[in-house]
């Protein structure tokens, strides 16, 4: 038996119909690679076979009414490959927005808690003779960086298939009884986690004066709901929308270099001319700059001070983009300075400070809150948390093979929250910078627009490389 921590098993509680809490990775793959040929059945054998040294991808949840703490993992006796991995045809002409829609629609889908928190879809039928695997995964069993180490477990440097060593084929979490699972749950919830808030508190107190001090001397990063509002900052509904682009990596690290700057300051500097160019078409541009949450893994952290444990480590950090600025070297140089004062700041807070908080996360209480939270009355009498979740996540510069397959594409796209609307997440991999785009339909239907803006910014940067 292995328990989720509070924030695994937050993304459980805040998971509504319209607020799906999965994150996927949307892969596009060459199967002209593959060792005898491609064939789908062929294709979920191997899966099958992998995975048999993969114990997260057979593992389920289990709970009681008798658990008054969170719930926990067990391993899936009945686990079946077919319920799992599923095989559909993109319309025709099948290019990249005919596959972008149909995948809009699978995001828009449940996970089936009965059974273990992930998916596989294999898409045939694409115009260039490629297909594409969508794996949905759960946040509550990954985070930005176990999936992509899961990823990279079912893919090789080369297209034969790699053998297994006998002891990685293993369980992950066991059964459980009924009686263990309520007395262990008891001791946390009655014992451990007043003794963990009896630790937390002298270390938070300290964060909103440290927060105010640097706020005066113009040091702080954006506070929670100082954003402006824009058509991401409503309520959403379960319909997705998913737009794609693949920039050349040498491209974004020539701009890097020349202007002295970090990759992932090019990425926000695009990012805040790509939302300013979307929203200024629209004729909706706030005045004010926009603010991104930028997720940070903290797999590095001591856990030792204040929680040990779960999956999803974690926090975020806020940044203003610089979506108010015209000029794009102007644009990309304020971004650089705002994401180091940031970054400062944060560097100040304790990197479990979030995690160890969550611990306390109330289920049926949360769950409520977020339904009563998702209300378009009560939403828009508020200012934003912040406006858009701007993720970056550093893959291999060699060239994989997903089961036999050489991988020429992978796109990350993560959840969307009720007054948050759009989510934006690169990879780089391979030479490319891989930028997956997810929004609510309700809220941009042509979120295509945000993809090619995207595009153009980063030719404009080039521009003035010289």
Known sequence: ????????????????????????????????????????????????RRI??????????????????????IEDTD??????????????????????????????????????????????????????????MHHAGVDGVTSAEMLAQLCTITPESPELDPGQIRQTAGATSRTTMAVTGALNYLVQRPIAMAKLLPNTVGIPIGWFRR???????????QAPRTRFNAPITPHRSIALTQLSLDDIKRVKNRFGVKVNDVVLAMTGGALRSYLDEHGELPAQPLVAMVPVSVHGADESSLVTGGTNKVTGMFTLLPSNVEDPVERLEKAAELSRKSKEHHSEIDANMLRAWAQF????????????????????????????????????????YFLGARVTAVYPLGPIFHGLGLNITVFSADGHLNVGILACTDQAPDVWGIAHAFDEQLKQLLERCG
């Open 1 to 48: 038996m292995q328990r989720l921590s509070g924030l695994d098993a937050s993304f459980l509680y805040l998971e509504t119909r319209s607020q799906l809490m999965h994150v996927i990775g949307l892969m596009e793959i060459d199967p002209g690679t593959m060792p005898g040929g491609y064939g789908f059945t062929k294709l979920r054998d191997e899966l099958e």
């Open 52 to 73: 048999a040294g993969m114990p997260a991808f057979r593992r389920k949840l289990d709970n009681s009414m008798l658990n008054i703490d969170h719930p926990v993992w």
């Open 79 to 136: 686990f079946d490959i077919e319920r799992h991995v599923h095989r559909v045809g993109v319309p025709a002409p099948g290019g990249e927005v005919e596959l972008a829609e149909l995948c809009g629609h699978l995001a828009g889908q449940t996970l089936d808690r009965g059974k273990p928190l992930w998916e596989l879809w294999v898409i045939e039928g694409l115009a260039d003779g490629k297909v594409a695997a969508m794996l949905r």
């Open 215 to 225: 706020s005066r001397s113009d040091t702080a990063m954006p506070a929670p709901f």
């Open 361 to 400: 996360a109330p289920g049926t209480t949360l769950t409520t809150m977020m339904k009563v939270y998702g209300d378009r009355r009560l939403s828009m009498r508020h200012p934003p948390v912040f406006n858009v979740t701007v993720s970056n996540v550093a893959g291999p510069d060699f060239p994989l």
